[in-house]
């Protein structure tokens, strides 16, 4: 008889938890009410002091020590196996565990290490989690359906299961990086809540009454319980600065072509109108540029077709912090910004002005409900015929947060109509890269504004089931340009009472406004990204360094 989903996904799930070695799991899961931060001082009692500096070393520092023999490969690579399994056992942020082939991966390149005494590449020894859209070879791929499960994609009989591996998977290995885990995901991916069937809703590490974001929300989660020094994932909508602000973490999407993309699993795959994205989220900015000029020193375009050729251009990363202009968004016109969320974009503007830097108001042409307009056609193209023929699969019903694709396919976009979207996308573009051009005539210092200070979401993170408003993160996939994620401050209920004299300018500005609790955010991580402009990543991430550092300075 064939199985039916529950069955399945049950197998599934108990065949992840076993692959926890014995020693490693814990005798008791707490509830929420009883430990919603699990970070920290709570994660520290299952941990060696060891395990606990080397898992709270970001990439840089974990890579300096094992490229110069200070720290193995094999101690890094099991001390955050050890912290990856804690992390799943409280967060639910795993769908892949093969920690097994990551130690012995380690063992190779020590063995390396010592019979030239040299590192095997740049990220010799650096544990990097994937988000599971990357094909590993000896490894699964899900991506959230029970329907793929033990499938190449959903298909059966391709030669391709566990043997095919994304072009990004390969280069990470050939820079030295070990990989041991793949991280959980949304089904279709197209929500910023990570929940499956496999393994259920994805956890908050710094409050599990939240949610640790979408899609890549496996990533944000463990990376912020420092399961992970740095990860892959993608964006399409916010699906890398999302889980990177929901969990305090930096995130960086690029522009598209500037990192592979070639061979990952996905979504609406043909869906060119706005390109999903590949990019790192870590626990510090400087991770962000190891990573990203690590694989760029591959040069990626010579196997992936969508690639540019840009090799690391270090001249773009060095700012004259004397001469910093930037744009800030307190409202993009349409939601409001929670509370904490406002605080902590005035804490960013005061931070940098009082460092004699210049802030202006944002106020583009054209403006973002105009661009949102035309962003969420790109979504509905072919129906949700995807997503349903993928449900379709194993018979598994959809989450809820997925009710907005509705019981069936709805109607498909015609090549004429795809056409149209196209050209106002481009208009949108250049009318856009105009307005910021014509910023030169408002700064004092007569250039243009070289990033914009954003929120991310409405809100500091998404309580289950309410993440309703995608417009503060998918103005920036329309446009195409470069973010980084940068971690500010935590919510307070002392500091970010509710807005009692609050009036709504239409729904989704109320459902924001109701999703916000002063006591259940209390604790929560806040964070903003900073905008630039096109393929401006080597920019962006020195200046979202600096202004972590401007942060740093005024909070002391």
């Not at 991916?189 to 949610?211: A, H, Q, W, Y």
């Not at 349903?388 to 396919?409: I, K, M, T, W």
């Amino acid at each position: 008889m064939t199985a039916s989903w529950e069955q399945t996904a049950t197998a599934k799930r108990n065949a992840i938890y076993e692959k926890i070695p014995q020693e490693w799991r814990l005798a008791k899961i707490p509830t929420a009410e009883e430990q919603k931060d699990v970070t920290g001082t709570y994660v520290h009692q299952f941990l060696s002091e060891k395990e606990i500096e080397i898992t709270e070393t970001d990439a840089v520092g974990i890579v300096e020590k094992t490229t110069s023999g200070a720290w193995t490969a094999v101690e890094v690579t099991k001390a955050f196996c050890h912290r990856a399994a804690i992390a799943h056992q409280l967060l639910n942020c795993l769908l892949e565990i093969f920690f097994d082939a990551a130690i012995a991966d380690a063992q190779a390149y020590d063995d390396y290490f010592a019979k030239n005494k040299a590192p095997i590449g740049p990220l010799h020894g650096l544990p990097v989690s994937l988000k599971d859209q990357f094909h590993v070879k000896g490894v699964e791929t899900s991506m959230g359906y029970v329907g793929w499960i033990g499938t190449f994609e959903g298909k059966k009989g391709t030669g391709k299961e566990k043997v095919f591996e994304s072009l990004m998977t390969t280069e990470l290995k050939d820079l030295g990086a070990v990989l041991y885990c793949k991280t959980s995901v949304p089904m279709t991916l197209m929500t910023g809540e990570t929940i499956n069937n496999i393994v259920g809703f994805c956890l908050n590490p710094k409050d599990r009454f939240l949610s640790a974001g979408g899609s890549s929300g496996g990533e944000g989660a463990l990376v912020g319980f420092k399961g992970s020094p740095v990860g892959f994932g993608t964006d399409i909508g916010g699906s890398i600065r999302i889980p990177a602000a929901f969990n305090g973490m930096y995130g960086l999407r690029p522009s598209a072509g500037r990192l592979p993309y070639e061979g990952m699993a996905n979504s609406w795959d043909g869906q060119n109108t706005i390109l999903s994205v590949v990019g790192p989220i870590a626990t510090s900015a400087r991770s962000l540029k190891l990573l990203a000029k690590s694989i760029l020193s591959t040069k990626p375009w010579l196997h992936d077709p969508l690639v540019h050729e840009l090799p690391w251009r270090p001249e773009q990363e060095q700012i004259d912090t004397s001469k910093l202009t930037f744009g800030v968004i307190k409202h993009d016109g349409i939601v409001t910004p929670t509370p904490p969320v406002r605080r902590a974009v005035d804490m960013v503007v005061k931070a940098l002005e009082k460092s004699s830097h210049e802030v202006i108001d944002w106020s583009p042409t054209p403006n973002h409900e105009a661009i949102l307009k035309t962003a969420f056609k790109t979504w509905i193209y072919d129906g949700a015929a995807h997503a349903h023929e993928s449900y379709a699969l194993s018979g598994e019903p959809a989450v809820p947060q997925l009710a907005n694709f509705g019981d069936e396919p709805g109607p498909q976009y015609n090549a004429s109509q795809i056409a149209a979207v196209n050209v106002t996308k481009r208009q949108q573009q250049k009318e856009y890269m105009e307005y910021w051009n014509s910023t030169a005539s408002k700064t004092k210092s007569g250039a243009p504004v070289d990033v914009v200070i954003s929120p991310v979401a409405p809100y500091p993170a998404a309580r289950r089931e309410l993440f309703k408003y995608y417009g503060y993160s998918v103005w920036v996939n329309l446009l195409d340009y470069t973010s980084v994620v940068v971690p500010v401050t935590v919510s307070s209920k002392e500091l970010d009472p509710v807005d009692k004299d609050f009036k709504a300018a239409n729904t989704s500005d109320q459902e924001a406004h109701d999703a916000y609790d002063p006591d259940i955010y209390d604790g929560a991580a806040v964070s903003i990204q900073l905008v630039g402009r096109r393929h401006q990543e080597e920019k962006t991430i020195a200046i979202a360094e600096y202004v972590a550092k401007v942060l740093k300075d005024a909070a002391t």
